[in-house]
């Protein structure tokens, strides 16, 4: 049953789209908004933080929805560009944790080389296979060895979690090495192998492509903030994005606190939403 139906036969009082959005903008300058900024500096406390940023439009206009998740908590902002000025907004340069991420330039910035990083080991992987798939068994030489040694990088860290070993140190070591030999400066002749050697290398040589076997907390793939985005992302496919930077703002403070909430499970969820709906501090909608 439709939730304005459920609330005219509760209430009596009839529940528009309109209204809705109309309360939802004057609370994202109140009391959710103060809840969502609090959860800024939980992100900045957390040793591991993963980012990504799916497409939004705000207006018709193309936008960056900026997403950051650790396991408690998520923070998302939308932003017109999405320059590494925006990550700065959640994480600062100078942030002593680990930031998990994608390829994305704007995390490649000079301004992050004192942030530790770590590649999601997933995108790495479908970009070797991208040109192993269509290149013939000679040309396999190179980028079918790149593969097996993150595999086996991946399964060691699986193993980890499951049936931890001692000699697991040991094999780590034996990859890094492995890895470091194969993504060593040298001509190839192939042009695609190149770049695989080019920028896979350029991320080894800073330590972004193995970090997770070093550091049990960081997991080796960036799904933790595709998943924190996944309803984002349904929503964005059926509203195409927001209206108006107000709504925009709404959306980004909401998609904070409700998804935090979410993964505390249930009871918390409607509790706290509860208690945020009692509040009486409410704005006037912002222009």
Known sequence: MPVPLVMAALSGGRLTQGGVTQDARRRAVGAVRTASEQLRAVIVETPVVHTDDPGWRVGGEPA??????????????????????AVQEVIPAADAGVMVTDRGRR?????????AQHKCLAHILRSI??????????????????????????????????????????EAEALQAELTYQ???????DPDH???????????DRGTMLRFLGDPRIEPTNRRAERALRQAVIARKV?????????????????????????????????????????????????
């Not at 993504?183 to 002749?189: A, E, I, N, Q």
């Open 194 to 204: 190149q770049r695989l050697l080019n920028e896979p290398g350029w991320h080894h």
């Open 64 to 85: 960056q929805l900026l997403g950051f998740a650790t396991e408690a908590a998520t923070v998302s902002q939308i932003r017109s560009r999405h320059r590494h000025a």
């Open 107 to 115: 995390d490649e910035a000079q301004i992050f080389v004192r942030v």
């Open 183 to 189: 993504l060593r400066d040298r001509h190839l002749k």
């Open 129 to 170: 296979s991208d040109v192993v798939e269509w290149k013939d068994s000679l040309a396999w030489d190179f980028g079918e060895p790149l593969q097996t040694v993150r595999q086996e990088a991946l399964a060691l860290w699986h193993t980890q979690w499951e049936t931890p070993r001692a000699d697991a140190k040991i």
């Open 239 to 287: 509203s195409h994005g927001s209206k108006n930077g107000a709504r925009a703002h709404a959306f980004e403070t909401f998609t904070c606190v409700v998804r935090t909430l979410a993964k505390q499970g249930i009871d918390s969820l409607v509790e706290h939403l509860y208690q945020l709906f009692r509040c009486s501090d409410v704005h006037a909608v912002p222009a």
